[in-house]
């Protein structure tokens, strides 16, 4: 049937891990080689002052260690913060909750904001929260960039401004696992401490790696921070990594295939690596809009780039959508996360996808919908999406 992935040849559409193109897994068959011999270090440090240009710092230090994006949300906590710390946060979906879950879980003290799902990083409350803590309690402040349950894309440069309004010293830690290499980061100018993302989204390679950035003023706070630590230490990571090592045996083939996935975003040019999201984005959302439903994301301005979340209309089970997708035609859609559970779905347009690629999936989604008596015209999705990616080739094509 149609539902079979003949040789998994059909691409995601989940926002992660998300499709690998041919070139990295290549890269990633890779013998065994000697992570203590000189030629890991020709690979693997100018790696990591290549992901740099990805987060857009000259100041921060990037640190890639065995673990995922939680790992990455860990190992910014153990490093810098004490028990009973205070730390300001809002809550406006799955992965925001579990953030702060995680921190819940190592005794900090949270001061959790409640924001409706589907909005994004309130600054101006955090301004308000800042200025009255005169007594300078709040340690850090986290922001979600790209809340990837939700499809919302937060303002973190407008996050710094309140802070530096507030004039408070906290530092600031960024979720970049669904947005790093996919959309503008720019760790020095917005003043982040650390920024945490991972390899399997907008990296394009498999799971296994937290990618993290972390500033002077992090990496000073790691010195005095009490919460325990040893595996996710970032200075034992700093002193092996300053000798072009590990300090403990490196994901060899991630490590390749990480290099290769730079290699890849400058060839294209991150600048265009962005607009192509933005493209493929707004062609999604014209055939959400063609479909007559409605985003999870409140306002435009909140639109994520990389994961679109979909309302399904009244009476009918998301659920059953992304189960009957993957079933009778292979593909697989995000499921509503958390509260979305059964109401929302997902579309994930990160990493590797041309235009083509991203019609396949909106024709997919029609079919499924035709097939569980959705009021969907089929075609109506695919041909807003086609005009849109039709009129606006060259603006960040994958290829001219
Ligand atoms: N943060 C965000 C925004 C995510 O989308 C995810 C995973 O999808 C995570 C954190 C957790 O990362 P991981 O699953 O790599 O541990």
């Given at each position: 049937?149609?539902?079979?992935?003949?040789?998994?040849?059909?691409?995601?559409?989940?926002?992660?891990?998300?499709?690998?193109?041919?070139?990295?897994?290549?890269?990633?068959?890779?013998?065994?080689m000697d992570h203590r011999a000189p030629d890991f270090a020709g690979v693997f440090r100018p790696m990591l002052e290549d992901t740099k240009k990805v987060f857009g710092t000259a100041e921060g230090e990037v640190i890639a260690f065995p673990g995922s994006g939680t790992g990455g949300w860990e190992a910014a906590v153990a490093n810098t913060l004490s028990p009973g710390d205070k730390v300001l946060v809002a809550r406006y979906g799955l992965f925001s909750h579990k953030w702060i879950d995680l921190c819940q879980r190592f005794g900090l003290d949270m001061q959790v904001?409640?924001?409706?799902?589907?909005?994004?990083?309130?600054?101006?409350?955090?301004?308000?929260?800042?200025?009255a803590d005169t007594g300078h309690?709040?340690?850090?402040?986290?922001?979600?960039?790209?809340?990837?349950?939700?499809?919302?894309?937060?303002?973190?440069?407008?996050?710094?401004?309140?802070?530096?309004?507030a004039r408070h010293p906290a530092m600031m830690f960024v979720d970049c696992v669904s947005s790093l290499?996919?959309?503008p980061f720019h760790f020095d100018a917005w003043g982040v401490d650390v920024a945490v993302s991972g390899s399997q989204k907008g990296f394009m390679l498999p799971a296994g790696m937290a990618i993290t950035c972390v500033s002077k003023k992090a990496m000073a706070a790691t010195e005095h921070a009490r919460l325990p630590r040893c595996y996710f230490d970032f200075r034992d990571m700093l002193a092996s990594n300053a000798k072009g090592?590990?300090?403990?045996?490196?994901?060899?083939?991630?490590?390749?295939?990480?290099?290769?996935a730079l290699d890849m975003l400058f060839e294209e040019g991150l600048e265009a690596v962005y607009a192509r999201h933005v493209r493929l984005a707004e062609g999604v959302r014209r055939a959400v809009s063609a479909w007559g439903m409605e985003l999870v994301a409140a306002s435009p301005d909140l639109y994520s780039p990389t994961v679109s979340a979909v309302r399904v209309p009244e009476g009918f089970d998301s659920?059953?959508?992304?189960?009957?997708?993957?079933?009778?035609?292979?593909?697989?859609?995000?499921?509503?996360?958390?509260?979305?559970?059964?109401?929302?779905?997902?579309?994930?347009?990160?990493?590797?996808?041309?235009?083509?690629?991203?019609?396949?999936?909106?024709?997919?989604?029609e079919m499924a919908m035709a097939d569980l008596g959705y009021p969907v015209r089929l075609g109506s999705g695919v041909a807003a999406a086609q005009e849109h990616y039709r009129s606006s080739r060259g603006a960040g094509a994958l290829r001219d």
């Open positions: 049937t149609g539902g079979d992935r003949m040789s998994n040849q059909n691409p995601v559409f989940i926002p992660g891990p998300t499709n690998m193109p041919d070139r990295l897994r290549l890269k990633m068959l890779a013998q065994t904001i409640d924001v409706p799902w589907g909005e994004g990083a309130p600054a101006a409350r955090f301004e308000e929260i800042l200025s309690e709040i340690k850090v402040v986290l922001v979600t960039h790209n809340e990837t349950a939700t499809g919302v894309l937060s303002d973190v440069g407008a996050v710094r401004r309140a802070m530096d309004a290499a996919s959309v090592g590990f300090p403990y045996t490196p994901p060899l083939q991630l490590i390749y295939g990480m290099r290769e659920n059953a959508l992304t189960e009957h997708a993957y079933i009778a035609y292979g593909v697989s859609f995000g499921v509503g996360l958390g509260q979305l559970d059964g109401k929302a779905f997902r579309i994930g347009h990160l990493g590797m996808l041309t235009d083509v690629m991203v019609l396949s999936g909106l024709a997919t989604v």
